[in-house]
């Protein structure tokens, strides 16, 4: 919910600052009969933008390498976002002004027109790359929290805009700039990890298990970035708070000692050390309590052991009926070996090794309509355990016999993947 807050917030405001500097422009010089132009240069924008969102929505993205490149594009838009608005933002209302200046000396229905389209293009970048963005992190986190962050996001864009403009409120520009990018980067950071973990999911890109294991539990932990976020959003604050405070302690009296002096420093920056290391204890506390909560879920899912005869394995079927999944396992000459059925809507079994292609047998355990890989965290859909490649589970052929589910020993061996490198 915060990352689409800060987004929307972030990208309404740049929005809100074009369309602000415009209208008082054109006011301040005595045009402002060409406002309308301006505000449905806006309203296109706004429905473009919402046009795409939608057609977004209902592009259901369900491979992992899709997801993966959107994500990367989401990032590098983030990152040029942020470059574009700090090198333009000294210019960028002498560049407005000057545009309109140009574009206001047409004729009245020319002049509407440039305006309209002026606006509407600079409106328009904004809202697509929030559309992208959002959606990239709807992918990476889901949830009711986007769209409620999002709308916050937009109503405290414009209610800002608004009372900017009025003067009613005073902003710092770059201040506020520099503090969203900082915690932009972040984000960024974590649409770039979360893509590249999907594009290895999608066997585009070479991983081994370490990799995925590392990657994996840090993209699939949202309290993790939650934290990030929150410790660099407090560090801005307390960098803010430390400058606004020295500008307003009184210079210290010409006759004081230096010994005096010191006392008199030393209590305030004992008071920042304290709080800081409060701080960095809560943070290992809270990091130190979600590592354990996931070590704790972290287990696999138990296993019925099964007995093979003449090489082969007789599953009553009227037993796999009634769940969704089951897990069992089988004993070879050189190991254990875990396999699932799933129970299909129309009632036909598949069944699979529980180990996939890059993780090899780490074991995964199911949650609602998904599977999560142990390793790497990746959650499976139980549709998707048709597509070959990933963290989804390696199928095996079975075959129905006399009431039973039979399946070979040979081809659960022959199909596990070999355990990779740790």
């Known amino acids: 919910m915060f990352q689409s807050l800060l987004i929307a917030l972030r990208e309404g405001v740049e929005a809100a600052l074009v369309v ?4 008082v422009y054109l006011n301040r010089t005595g045009r402002a009969a060409l406002t309308r132009y301006v505000w449905a240069g806006v309203a296109v924008a706004v429905a473009a933008s919402v046009a795409g969102a939608v057609a977004l929505e209902r592009w259901q993205l369900n491979q992992e390498g899709i997801e993966g490149i959107l994500m990367l594009v989401a990032a590098v ?9 700090n090198r333009v933002s000294r210019r960028l209302k002498r560049e407005i002004e000057d545009r309109v200046e140009h ?35 709807d992918l990476s986190t889901g949830g009711l929290g ?9 109503a405290l864009a414009v209610t800002l805009g608004v009372l900017f403009f009025r003067g009613t409120v005073k902003i710092s520009l770059p201040k506020f700039f520099a503090a969203t990018s900082a915690i932009l980067m972040v984000v960024a950071a974590q649409l770039l990890l979360t893509g590249m973990h999907e594009l290895s999911e999608a066997l585009w890109i070479p991983a081994s298990k370490r990799e995925m294991a590392i990657l994996g539990p840090i993209v699939r932990n949202d309290v993790f970035f939650f934290l990030v976020i929150l410790c660099v959003a407090a560090w801005l604050l307390f960098r803010e708070w430390k400058a606004s405070g020295k500008a307003l302690v009184p210079a210290a009296p010409q006759a004081e000692s230096p010994a005096a002096h010191a006392a008199r420093a030393e209590g305030p920056h004992r008071h920042w050390m304290f709080a800081g290391a409060m701080a960095c204890l809560a943070v290992i506390i809270l990091l130190g309590t979600d590592l354990v909560l996931a070590r704790v879920s972290a287990a696999p899912a138990l296993a019925t052991p099964v007995v093979a005869e003449h090489g082969e394995i007789r599953l009553p079927v009227a037993s796999l009926l ?5 897990y069992f396992s089988v004993e070879d000459a050189r190991q254990t070996v875990r396999f699932l ?7 036909h079994l598949q069944v699979a090794l529980d180990a996939c292609r890059i993780c090899g047998p780490a074991s995964n355990r199911p ?17 998707a355990l048709d597509v070959p490649g990933g963290c989804n589970p390696v199928l095996v052929g079975s075959r129905a016999e006399n009431g039973n ?8 061996t022959g199909a596990l993947p070999p355990a990779p490198e740790p």
């Open 20 to 23: 602000g500097i415009v209208l």
């Open 77 to 85: 838009f983030v990152v040029t976002m942020i470059v574009w608005m």
């Open 103 to 137: 574009i206001a000396q047409r004729a009245t229905w020319a002049a509407g027109l440039g305006l309209a389209a002026f606006v509407f293009l600079m409106v328009v970048r904004e809202g697509i790359e929030m559309v992208l963005i959002l959606r990239a992190v």
């Open 146 to 154: 986007i769209w409620t962050g999002t709308g916050l996001g937009l």
């Open 322 to 326: 009634g769940q969704k999944i089951s």
């Open 341 to 347: 059925v799933l129970r299909r809507p129309n009632g």
């Open 367 to 383: 949650e609602g309509d998904t599977l999560i890989c142990l390793n790497c965290g990746a959650e499976i859909p139980l549709s």
């Open 405 to 412: 589910l039979v399946i070979s020993v040979a081809a659960l």
